[in-house]
């Protein structure tokens, strides 16, 4: 049984940064990457961001590039989204998800967490 928890959202200013961890845990052995998506209100889900959790090969969409960093811990156990200069489009429901396919960067996420709020005030 694999499970994803999402954590460190919140509220706070255009200008900002949050960071936001996926901790995984069950059978994560062989997870190929891990991703993250959002959701605003009455817009569909969007993939922002994804990591290869074995060579660490990251993929972004045009609209967080050099905003956003994903990352993951030495054990693989734990993905980071490093958010700076936040904007108020920003705002949605980030969730994050895990795949043993080698599809990359557009893969089909078998595992995903609750999620996470982030709300940007202008």
């Known amino acids: 049984q694999v499970q994803l928890v999402e954590s460190g959202g919140g509220l706070v200013q255009a200008g900002d940064s949050l960071r936001l961890s996926c901790a995984a845990s069950?059978?994560?052995?062989?997870?190929?990457?891990v991703a993250w998506f959002r959701q605003a209100p009455g817009k569909e889900r969007e993939f922002i961001a994804t990591?290869?959790?074995?060579?660490?090969?990251?993929y972004y969409v045009e609209s967080v590039k050099g905003r956003f960093t994903i990352s993951k811990d030495n054990a693989g156990n734990t993905v980071n989204l490093q958010m700076d200069s936040l904007k108020p489009g920003d705002t949605a429901r980030y969730y994050c998800?895990?795949?043993?396919?080698?599809?990359?960067?557009?893969?089909?996420?078998?595992?995903w967490g609750q999620g996470t709020q982030v709300t940007v005030s202008s």
């Open positions: 998800a895990a795949t043993y396919s080698s599809t990359f960067p557009y893969a089909s996420y078998d595992y």
């Open positions: 990591i290869n959790v074995i060579t660490g090969t990251t």
């Open positions: 069950g059978d994560t052995f062989n997870f190929y990457s």
